[in-house]
């Protein structure tokens, strides 16, 4: 029987082959309903952020502010969707990071403060680094990626 050491770097290989596989299929882009909020990239570089109103086997069309956009599947690179979930799953994250930062500070740096100043910055240590990482988890983008193509 193979030890569980040797088998962890082929296990790692073949999960990390099969996380691209995923976002490959332009059935996932097909599941796609009328409204849904996407960000499409072409393969030129050009980017498209819209509201989906059709989506064929041969390509994507969308309404982006006052105008129709249709894109050929050829052309399309990256079809990301919009989901005002990942931004709160994001800022939580965030807030979470932040709150053991600043447990690690107030009992680090914390400790020698208190012992020359008293407790009254104490809740800094824990408000600044929620707030940091926790708008750092608010700017990060609230589009998953469901197609690409490299």
């Known amino acids: 029987m193979p030890s569980p050491v040797r088998s962890l770097p082929l296990l790692l290989t073949l999960l990390v082959c099969t996380i691209p596989v995923r976002a490959q299929s332009w059935d996932v882009v097909r599941g796609l309903r009328s409204g849904d909020r996407v960000k499409v990239q072409e393969s ?3 980017e498209h952020k819209g509201r989906v ?3 064929t086997p041969d390509g994507i ?4 502010g ?3 956009v249709s894109v050929e599947r050829a052309r399309v690179r990256r079809v990301q969707l919009h989901s005002g979930s990942r931004r709160a799953r994001n800022v939580a994250i965030g807030a979470a990071v932040g709150v053991a930062v600043g447990v690690v500070v107030d009992q680090t740096i914390g400790k020698y403060l208190r012992n020359e100043s008293g407790d009254e910055g104490r809740p800094i240590m824990y408000l600044a680094p929620i707030g940091l990482f926790a708008g750092i ?3 990060l983008s609230p589009y998953r990626t469901i197609y690409r193509i490299k």
């Open 61 to 64: 069309s969308l309404a982006t």
């Open 53 to 55: 109103t059709a989506v």
């Open 44 to 46: 030129s570089g050009t």
């Open 66 to 68: 006052g105008s129709q």
């Open 137 to 139: 988890g608010a700017a």
